[in-house]
Nanobody
Framework: QVQLVESGGGLVQAGGSLRLSCATS????????MGWFRQAPGKEREFVAA????????YYAESVKGRFTISRDNAKNTLYLQMNSLKPEDTAVYYC?????????????????WGQGTQVTVSS
């Protein structure tokens, strides 16, 4: 079991940037596909981005493609999400998650371990 702790959320104006971090502990970080998901009030949790073990392959939701960048530092056991050109519709609680077994990276059910979430609020 891997433990995940997100940080870096906050309040930012539209057009601004934030960088989320997800520190991990427990099993070997580079064994996992890592993902970011988000959940806005009254909405279901949705996929944002994912990165495979070595980091050469990344995946993004259409709504964030070109604005967000997912990365990982396997030496530091840390996952990142750089968010640029933020929009009010990006407001949500952002969760990092770890996927050990499933080849499917865009569905939340593929991820067995989750962090507690960090709030991102984008004002217009």
């Amino acid at each position: 079991q891997v433990q995940l702790v997100e940080s870096g959320g906050g309040l930012v104006q539209a057009g601004g940037s934030l960088r989320l971090s997800c520190a991990t502990s427990g099993r070997t970080f580079n064994s996992y596909v890592m993902g970011w998901f988000r959940q806005a009030p009254g909405k279901e949790r949705e996929f944002v981005a994912a990165i495979r073990r070595i980091g050469a392959f990344t995946y993004y939701a259409e709504s964030v493609k070109g604005r967000f960048t997912i990365s990982r530092d396997n030496a530091k056991n840390t996952l990142y999400l750089q968010m640029n050109s933020l929009k009010p519709e990006d407001t949500a609680v952002y969760y990092c998650a770890a996927n050990l077994l499933s080849p499917i990276v865009v569905t939340s059910t593929s991820y067995a371990s989750w962090g507690q979430g960090t709030q991102v609020t984008v004002s217009s």
